[in-house]
């Protein structure tokens, strides 16, 4: 750990425990909106911290109430638990024991910060609290939009009951060293839309293409196009950007098919921006499909809104870190356009979220930072204790005054 952190001293002393979570998750991860194993530790080990528990929120959700003993806000501190459907090639001793289920992406590491924290608040400090705090462990933030599904469960008012004033989020971040925080006022995280294009021509043989329409071409030429909806129709000084993962036509090499397919991704902050891109891929799709004489359809997916850090809790929050980190640590984000449904909880209540350094010493010693969802990802477990210690920190900020 390095000796710039002002780690809080409960943090260090559950430092084994908070690994030893870390690394049970770890070895039985489980898919959105099938954490069920995970969802029945969260709960039992709320339960025996006596705190008011609920379960099955949103389908798998589990949330811990802390109700201080004196009057004052309650807050929400957010976890989310579920795993990515990929292989893992780590070599870790508590590699993940389900082929083909990977915790890749650190949501292993966020339900052990938030049920320390859980714990050496409940235990340490809850005859203090001025206020309530409630202890959100989300399914489904990598497919599924659980915290959506939370917020409409009418069963567990999760915003309500007592009604929630103020929340907060984290997310560990594989390309920034320990130590680093990546934190800012205004927008954090993108809007995130699919969309999905289908092209329907005339197949035929590849030697007589006079006699076809052929709907790869004119999916290659709409493609093509549909990349310069960032340099011509959209303000400069925004963020936005326009990516295509998916293109499929064809199974043999001499011949047209009827139909051809790619769908991709775009991200942006401004909901104009996002309307703009919508209507100049229909307005080419249509355009170049009349052209090339093929049939063009395209539709979207509306995924997560975009993160929005209101000012006062992305103060506090900030002078939070800051007194664990040191303030000339903490930066704007860096990373691109990330998406993330905690987005769902800070466009009902006032809140802010963070990305929390976590890169491992072998990444940054050999030069080989690994991104998210790779199977060979890992972070540096010293990570969650400068999380844990920033939870902390803030609880006493706003509940203990």
Known sequence: MKNLLNIHPEAHTHRDLLFSLRRRFHENPELSFQEFETAAFVKEFLIKLGLEVFSEVGKTG?????????????????????????????????????????????????????????KIISEKFSKELKGNIKFLFQPAEESGGGASEMLKDEKNLVLENPHVDQCFGLHLESTSKLGKIQLSPGFFSAFIHDFYVKIKGKGGHGSAPHMNKDPIFAAIQIANSFYTITGKDLNPCNKFVITIGKFHGGTVENVIPNECEFSGTFRCYEEDDKEMIKKRMQGIAKGLALAYEVEAEVSFDDGYPAIYNHPDETKILNEACGEIVGKENIGPCSIGLFGEDFSFFVKERPGAFFLLGAATEDSIKNNKIINHHSEEFNFNEDSMVVGVSIWIKLVEKLLIK
């Open 62 to 118: 589990v949330i811990g109430l802390l109700k201080g003993p004196f009057p004052g806000p309650t807050i929400l501190l957010r976890a989310d638990m579920d795993a990515l459907p990929m292989k893992e090639s780590t070599n870790l001793p508590f590699s993940s024991k389900k082929p083909g289920v990977n915790h890749a992406c650190g949501h292993d590491g966020h339900i052990a910060i938030l049920l320390i924290t859980a």
